[in-house]
């Protein structure tokens, strides 16, 4: 499956903004999807995952609350809606889609198998 992650930008503290990823080649349905993010001089960090069924969702304990994983299987699109963005929030986005369980090793890099490019996420004032 190839992704294309997009939708960053510049926004203030307690702004919002929405990444997407849209899908090729597989059906974003057949396959769980993650949003991770990299800080700067940091590792890639889980941020939220949805399973095949919609109705599994992950998020890790930092973005509970402000950030909602979500897929329009219409537009083979999953989307990333956050929230009362805070500096702390500022990174590269990544998508990424992932074969079999989604709640099996969710928040491990290496258990994607597909990645977009990235999208820079800055929240500043």
């Known amino acids: 499956v190839q992704l294309q992650a997009s939708g960053g930008g510049l926004v203030q503290p307690g702004g919002s903004l929405r990444l997407s990823c849209a899908a090729s080649?597989?059906?974003?349905?057949?396959?769980?999807m993650g949003w991770f993010r990299q800080r700067p001089g940091k590792e890639r960090e889980f941020v939220a995952a949805?399973?095949?069924?919609?109705?599994?969702?992950y998020y890790t304990d930092s973005v509970k609350g402000r950030f909602a994983i979500s897929r329009d299987n219409a537009k083979n699109t999953v989307y990333l809606q956050m929230n009362s963005l805070k500096p702390e929030d500022t990174a590269v986005y990544y998508c990424?889609?992932?074969?079999?369980?989604?709640?099996?090793?969710?928040?491990?890099?290496?258990?994607?198998?597909?990645w977009g490019q990235g999208t820079l996420v800055t929240v500043s004032s």
């Open positions: 990424a889609a992932k074969e079999g369980s989604i709640s099996i090793r969710m928040a491990v890099p290496a258990s994607y198998g597909s």
């Open positions: 949805i399973g095949r069924s919609a109705g599994y969702t």
């Open positions: 080649g597989r059906t974003v349905s057949s396959v769980g």
